[in-house]
C-alpha cells in the first residue's frame, strides 16, 4: 500500500510540473499574441488596404517580436522586420 502512495505521489508531481511548464507556455503565446495584434492595429491604422496591412503586419511581427512605431517608416527601430522580404525581392512588411 505505501508503495502505490509513493507512485501515486510521483505521479502527481510530474502532472504538476508538466502542467506549470504548459501554462507559461501558454501565457507567453498569448502575450506575444497581444503585442502584435495592438501594435499592427496601430501601425496599419491608415493604410489603404487594412487588412492586408494586418495580414503581413501580423505575420512580420510573429517573427521578429517587434512592430516600428508610427504608421509608416520607423523600420530601423526593428532591423527583422525592415529586413524581410517576398518572393520577389521586395520588403514584406508594411
Known amino acids: 500500500m505505501t508503495r502505490n502512495r509513493k507512485k501515486n505521489k510521483k505521479e502527481m508531481k510530474c502532472f ?3 502542467s506549470l511548464i504548459l501554462v507559461a507556455f501558454l501565457v507567453a503565446d498569448v502575450a ?3 503585442l502584435c ?3 499592427c492595429r496601430s501601425r ?3 493604410a489603404g488596404v ?3 496591412c494586418l495580414k503581413y503586419c501580423g505575420i512580420c511581427c510573429a517573427k ?3 512592430v516600428p512605431s508610427g504608421t509608416f517608416g520607423n523600420k530601423h527601430q526593428c532591423p527583422c522586420y525592415r529586413d ?3 518572393s520577389k525581392g521586395k520588403p514584406k512588411c508594411p
Open 32 to 34: 506575444g499574441a497581444g
Open 64 to 66: 521578429c517580436n517587434c
Open 44 to 46: 496599419c491604422s491608415r
Open 84 to 86: 524581410l522580404r517576398n
Open 50 to 52: 487594412v487588412d492586408r
Open 16 to 18: 504538476y510540473l508538466l
Open 37 to 39: 495584434d495592438g501594435s
